[in-house]
């Protein structure tokens, strides 16, 4: 099992940066070997994907902010970070970090991210 706690949300002016950190917990083979990503979910939305670092570093990133955000994991501290840069109103939502590993998925209790114009 693995559990996920996110850190790092809060309100932010329209053009500010976020860093938003996601500590993994749990069984340390299955977190060394899952891939993990930020979802975010805004009210009256579908969750939707962010971005995504796969256990080799490997990133991928949603249109809407691409060139905005940037991913990383440190394996060493078994964390995600999402640096959030350039923030839009509409990139107010919950955001949430998730892993996966084979067919489960974990999800974190998610955190606010607020952008008010």
């Known amino acids: 099992q693995v559990q996920l706690v996110e850190s790092g949300g809060g309100l932010v002016q329209a053009g500010g940066s976020l860093r938003l950190s996601c500590a993994a917990s749990?069984?340390?083979?299955?977190?060394?070997?899952?891939?993990m990503g930020w979802y975010r979910q805004a009210p009256g939305k579908q969750r939707e994907l962010v971005a995504t670092?796969?256990?080799?570093?490997?990133?991928e990133f949603a249109s809407a902010v691409k060139g905005r955000f940037t991913i990383s994991r440190d394996n060493a501290k078994n964390t995600v970070s999402l640096q959030m840069n350039s923030l839009l109103p509409e990139d107010t939502a919950v955001y949430y970090c998730?892993?996966?590993?084979?067919?489960?998925?974990?999800w974190g209790q998610g955190t606010q991210v607020t952008v008010s114009s």
């Open positions: 998730s892993s996966n590993f084979g067919k489960n998925d974990y």
């Open positions: 749990g069984n340390p083979i299955i977190i060394k070997l899952m891939d």
């Open positions: 670092v796969s256990r080799t570093g490997g990133t």
